[in-house]
């Protein structure tokens, strides 16, 4: 399988700031990285599929000037929450399409808005 | 909108087997059955994965129906770290999205 990190693993920010996580992949090149939060007792939606070297596909009802994927590389992808509020407050998970089209997935970001 | 149903909630003894079902009547024939569980406040772990014939790993076994609209995860000696929310999820093998209903939480108990 793939290896993947996130970081932070949990930030607490202000309203009306921004908050960028990061996803690497350790052992694999990753052309592909998605996006996924999870509200408390829910299920994961995803949000955005990130491709290396090209802009990503993001899911309907989820605003991209909002949540800024950044994937400059086959080994990191960024999200950025911009101006975030407090429903924003979710668990951000990042996963990687590793080897025979199987995604593993990063230990998440809580981020939490004030 | 996911294609699987998934009993809510199932609970096992510690050392019995944990036997987690699922039903996908609409699977197409190009479509794998894959099972993630999440522990509580993790990301999503990788357990197997099949198209229509058994599987086994070290983790678990993965018993498809003939017709395979329906699918069965085992785990043969449950223990306490095995409490999770179990997702079983249908996809085509090149397709990378990945939808996750609404699982099973299996609690297993001392």
């Known amino acids: 399988g793939a290896v993947v990190s996130q970081h932070p693993s949990r930030v607490i920010c202000k309203s009306g700031t921004s908050v960028k996580i990061e996803c690497r992949s350790l052992d694999f090149q990753a052309t592909t990285m998605f996006w996924y939060r999870q509200f408390p007792k829910q299920s994961l939606m995803l949000m955005a599929t990130?491709?290396?070297?090209?802009?990503?596909?993001?899911e309907q009802g989820v605003e991209k000037d909002k949540f800024l994927i950044n994937h400059a590389s086959l080994t990191l992808s960024t999200l950025t929450v911009t101006s975030a509020h407090p429903e924003d407050s979710s668990f951000y998970i990042c996963?990687?399409?590793?080897?025979?089209?199987?995604?593993?997935f990063g230990p998440g970001t809580r981020l939490t808005v004030l | 909108d996911a294609k699987t149903t998934q009993p809510p909630s199932m609970d096992c003894a510690e050392g019995r087997a944990a036997n987690l079902p699922c039903n996908h009547s609409t699977i197409s024939g190009n479509e794998y059955v894959y099972w993630y569980r999440q522990i509580h406040s993790q990301g999503p772990q990788y357990i197997i994965h099949?198209?229509?014939n058994n599987e086994t790993n070290e983790m678990a076994s993965l018993i498809i129906t003939e017709d395979r609209k329906s699918s069965t995860l085992i785990l043969p000696h449950a223990t306490l770290r095995d409490t999770a929310v179990y997702y079983c999820i249908v996809r085509p093998l090149n397709n990378n999205d990945m939808r996750f209903g609404a699982g099973t939480r299996l609690t297993v108990k001392p």
């Open positions: 996963s990687v399409a590793g080897a025979g089209d199987t995604q593993y």
């Open positions: 990130s491709n290396e070297g090209s802009k990503a596909t993001y």
């Open positions: 099949g198209l229509k």
